[in-house]
């Protein structure tokens, strides 16, 4: 099973080229002002190069900080999307006890990664809300992953 891995050394450049991104964005239209585009698309050919993610778009990161701080949505940036893989229910079971045990940035990637790998698009509901999905609203992460498993048969 594939693990987040980030670069911590690419980081300071990354949260850089996402803040100037975000300003520039913020500040100009970048749909009709060319310079404005031209300078957007070489930050997003800088963050596709740093970051090895050649699908990644740099407008994704547009008012960024609404939701998270500069350093998790850079974090975020580095990590490359997950992949399906074939997990057995000990795997998604171990993955749900141990999501809150992470940062925002990692614990977003895993969240993704079971979701990828379950095919329940709510999988947020199951951890954070879980009396939508017919549980307890305090009920256990084992109990969570317990039903994950029963819903994925």
Not at 17 to 23: F, S
Not at 49 to 62: C, M, P, S
């Amino acid at each position: 099973m594939k693990k987040p891995v980030i670069d911590e050394g690419k980081l300071p450049e990354v949260m850089k080229i996402i803040d100037d991104a975000n300003t520039l964005m913020t500040e100009k239209d970048c749909g009709e002002d060319k310079a404005a585009r031209e300078e957007l698309e070489e930050l997003q050919s800088k963050l596709r190069e740093l970051t090895g993610n050649q699908q990644i778009q740099i407008r994704d990161f547009w008012r960024y900080d609404e939701a998270v701080s500069l350093r998790t949505a850079a974090r975020g940036a580095l990590m490359i999307p997950p992949e399906k893989e074939d997990l057995t229910d000990e795997q998604i079971k171990e993955i749900v006890l141990d999501i809150l045990k992470h940062d925002e940035a990692e614990m977003d990637w895993w969240l993704n990664f079971l979701e990828v790998n379950t095919g329940l698009d709510n999988l947020t509901d199951y951890i954070f809300y879980p009396d939508l999905v017919g549980l307890d609203r305090d009920a256990s992460l084992e109990q969570i992953a317990d039903r994950i498993i029963a819903d994925l048969k």
